[in-house]
């Protein structure tokens, strides 16, 4: 995928590790543990790779110049779930366990679950080139 400036849903993988290698340009990857913690938040630039645990989520946002990258799974049937948008975790997720979960009214909830209907990439800006 090669787009200025746009963010990739963050998702994280169920079955399988994840090495992220750049392949041209530059993008933002952030890496959090399941209790929260940030374990890498920098800069992936053209040659450089970066591994992503299993059940780790990540997001990465392209630079200004793009970024283009390819990840490489160790699980031949590789799931990936995203934590955003219509085929999120949280959309799955009953009402009430979200609102005793996060000590959220109802209709937060319900905001949450269902405020973003994008579920892999937003992007800011209107007419981008797109390589798969």
Request: aromatic share 10%.
């Amino acid at each position: 995928m090669y787009l200025q400036n746009a963010i990739l849903a963050p998702h994280y993988n169920l079955n399988s590790h994840s090495v992220i290698f750049a392949i041209r340009g530059n993008g933002r990857i952030q890496v959090v543990r399941h209790d929260g913690q940030n374990i890498f938040d920098g800069e992936l630039r053209e040659g450089q790779a970066r591994t992503v645990p299993q059940n780790f989520a990540v997001i990465k946002k392209a630079g200004s110049e793009g970024f283009e990258w390819v990840a490489f799974k160790t699980n031949d049937n590789a799931l990936r779930n995203p934590l955003a948008g219509r085929l999120s975790a949280i959309r799955a997720i009953p009402e009430d366990v979200l609102i005793n979960s996060y000590r959220i009214n109802r209709e937060q909830a319900r905001r949450l679950k269902f405020s973003r209907d994008e579920s892999t990439v937003f992007s800011s800006e209107s007419a981008q080139r797109r390589r798969y």
